[in-house]
Nanobody, 127 residues
Framework: QVQLVESGGGLVQPGGSLRLSCRAS??????????MGWFRQAPGKEREFVAT????????YYSDSVKGRFTVSRDDAKNTVYLQMNSLKPEDTAIYYC??????????????????WGQGTQVTVSS
């Protein structure tokens, strides 16, 4: 079982920045065997992929809508994955979710690819 807790959401003006955190804890498993993902869901829309990374190495993959503006990183000592969001736009407004998948093979972009989810944190981009 993996528990995920997000934090860092809030209200920001267009062009501003926010950093989301996802603290992970695992019972009976090591986090290195999991893929980590960030998703978001805007009102009236389906949950969509934002980014994915792993606990080993430095690779990360992004959706086209956030590429070049968002960056994923992690702090292994804190079991925490971050999503740094720069140049935010009103269309980035959504609830952002952290997720974990029990596999590390391939790039996972689908909601159904992930086994564990955090509670979500609201990001609002508005002037």
């Amino acid at each position: 079982q993996v528990q995920l807790v997000e934090s860092g959401g809030g209200l920001v003006q267009p062009g501003g920045s926010l950093r989301l955190s996802c603290r992970a804890s695992a019972s009976g498993r090591t986090l290195s065997t999991h893929t980590m993902g960030w998703f978001r869901q805007a009102p009236g829309k389906e949950r969509e992929f934002v980014a994915t990374t792993w606990w080993v190495g430095t690779n990360a993959y992004y959706s086209d809508s956030v590429k070049g503006r968002f960056t994923v990183s992690r702090d292994d000592a804190k079991n925490t994955v971050y999503l740094q969001m720069n140049s935010l736009k009103p269309e980035d407004t959504a609830i952002y979710y952290c997720a974990a998948a029990r596999r590390i093979d391939g790039i996972r972009r689908g909601v159904s690819d992930y086994d564990y989810w955090g509670q979500g944190t609201q990001v609002t981009v508005s002037s």
